[in-house]
């Protein structure tokens, strides 16, 4: 059975920014507004993050409600974890996702300085220093045969779809723009020589590329 | 938690009709060309009875990608079972199904002919004659906190969305006119007073109705 590799939910301005320069603790996306972005994925019924019950449960929700389908593994980028560079000066602070962080599952956060593994919940954080095909590796093991989500940002995505690593992208493109940042893309069609590719316009805004390997 | 009564999946005409007349054991369909209207679920990766390798991943992959999602039993019409009318002269005869059928779950088909329970495989098959508030309440206890799959076809839809017992509906809809069968509606919207409407055009060319409770 083929582990897939697949970036789930992932959102991008008009302008193809993961997230705007200047992040912080207080501003995880930086400059751009996480409420512009993640709208959509957050209205559903399926999200997450959602903690009251409702939501809606058209084309977005099947999106969300995808989510943890077979995922057995994360792979993120430092800055999905945190907004520190450089070496770690507080390992008490574990990082953006709360006591119970939304994956489930262990998670393998990639950067130079590596700090020992710690769970909260049932989501174990692993810190690697490794190149892609190998934190790949590490994470089909760890996923025990299911799939392994790519969890961004836009940098980390972009350094496993150069080393021909994804198999399926789900990308929402958000009508606003940011200007400056993280970049995923210039335009969605950059990938049209190595993917097949819907585009799917929701009734709520955003535009869904569902990219999958030719 | 809520458990839901999902239609997922369920293919009608551009007229509204989910099967044509003068179904037989060799045409579930009756005179309409069963390809014609399963094309699009069968071109992807993730359709139940897909059986070598490969297929699509892309938004009609979403869709068959959620068919068993959190689902604990099925709710089918008598006809989704079998061809047969009145009393059952064969009980040697165990449906449409095959050996290794799609449901993995209880099943209830609605009949007003009973017949024992069976087994195949890891689905079980019950016959039950009796209104659909009852059916269901049957189906939800068999699913153990899961959601219920309604199975179809057109007229027990029908007859569920009648007693308002539905919660959410896919319905894709194919570009293909059959004239005469078993009719789901006139038109899509006739749903619009009682539930959200999302319209999702696929590059499949059938069009997706996802419906959900307001």
């Known amino acids: 059975m083929t582990q897939l590799l697949k970036v789930q939910n992932f959102t991008v301005s008009s ?44 084309l977005d929700d099947y999106l969300t409600r995808d989510f943890a389908h077979n995922i057995g593994a994360e792979i993120m980028g430092r ?43 049932d989501t174990t954080f692993h810190f690697v220093d490794d190149e892609p095909a190998v934190v790949l590796e590490k994470a089909r093991e760890a996923a025990q045969g299911r799939d392994v989500r790519l969890g961004g940002g836009a940098t980390t995505i972009r350094q496993f779809l150069d080393a021909g690593l994804v198999d399926t992208l789900h990308v929402a493109v ?6 400056a ?19 799917v316009p929701s009734p709520s805004g955003v535009t869904h590329h569902l990219f999958w390997r030719r």
Chains 1, 2 share one sequence.
Do not use: C, Y
Not at 85 to 105: K, N, V
Not at 174 to 179: K, L, P, R
């Open 174 to 179: 958000a009508q606003v723009q940011i200007g």
């Open 15 to 58: 302008d193809g920014f993961g997230a705007g320069e200047n992040q912080s603790l207080e501003r995880p996306f930086g400059d751009a507004d996480p409420g512009a972005m993640m709208f959509w994925a957050g209205a559903t019924a399926s999200w997450p993050n959602r903690t009251d019950p409702g939501g809606s449960r058209g």
């Open 79 to 121: 800055n999905k974890f945190g907004p520190q560079r450089g070496p770690w000066h507080d390992h008490e602070w574990q990082g953006w996702w709360g006591d119970e962080p939304p994956f489930h599952t262990p998670v393998f956060v990639m950067t130079h300085h590596v700090r020992p593994s710690f769970a909260l919940s």
């Open 181 to 199: 940042g993280t970049r995923l893309w210039n335009s969605p069609d950059e990938l049209d020589d190595r993917f097949h590719h819907d585009i």
